[in-house]
């Protein structure tokens, strides 16, 4: 991983999918939401697209991930069966990735919710992958969703409220406007809050995520 891209994902591990939302439409991905509890997550994109009913060669790309990568999943060839689940999750647990985000569905999705590493997908579904026929996966091609080219070696920004690709070049442009927005932000929240009592407006568990 560059010197750069790891500047970048340092910066915008700060920086709310929100307040990129504020700016940009553009590397927004639609109906993508998170599967279980996420404050914040950024990682480099290694991407796959899943073109059949067997999913077996996801495997060969959990293999060759590195620490702190997110597997962005194109399935929607495969409709609404699930190709990530609980065993899949452990394992990108182990090869410690940042992230998984499936542009379909997943499933097991009461222990996705408990466990470790954040997982992003369209919905969930009972329906899932099996071993019949080939598996055919592509690696590292560039995946087109919606407005979005998705493309390895992106940075990918994501959290409750949704995810969003952005090319290097493209978050090098916008971090310092990104920065200087949450600053602004926290000020407006901490001026509030001079003024008024933080427990008339939030419950605890959301004071004690927020602080």
């Known amino acids: 991983m560059s010197d750069s891209l790891n500047r970048l994902l340092v910066s915008y591990s700060r920086i709310a999918s929100s307040t990129i939302g504020h700016v940009l439409d553009s590397g927004y991905l639609p109906g993508i939401h998170a599967m279980n509890p996420v404050q914040h997550v950024v990682g480099r994109v290694r991407t ?3 073109n059949s009913v067997n999913a077996m060669q996801i495997r060969e790309a959990l293999l060759a ?3 702190g990568d997110v597997l962005v999943i194109d399935a929607r060839n495969i409709g609404d069966r ?3 689940g609980e065993q899949r999750h452990r394992a990108a647990i182990y090869h410690q990735l940042a992230a998984v985000v499936v542009l379909g569905a997943v499933t097991d999705i009461r222990a996705l919710r408990a466990m470790k590493v954040p997982i992003f997908a369209r919905t969930v579904s009972c329906l899932t992958t099996r071993a019949e026929g080939e598996s055919g996966v592509d690696f590292d091609r560039d995946i087109h969703y919606f407005d979005a080219v998705i ?4 940075l990918m920004v994501g959290d409750a409220d949704g995810v969003f690709i952005l090319k290097p070049k ?7 406007q990104f920065q200087k927005m949450e600053l602004a932000e926290r000020q407006k929240r901490d001026q509030f809050f001079k003024q008024h009592r933080l427990e008339d407006y939030y419950h605890p568990l959301i004071q004690a995520d927020d602080s």
Not at 151 to 154: A, V
Not at 170 to 176: D, L, P, T, W
């Open 65 to 67: 991930s590195q620490a």
């Open 170 to 176: 493209m978050a090098e442009r916008y971090v310092a």
């Open 82 to 84: 699930a190709c990530w």
């Open 48 to 50: 796959l697209s899943l």
């Open 151 to 154: 493309s390895t070696g992106d």
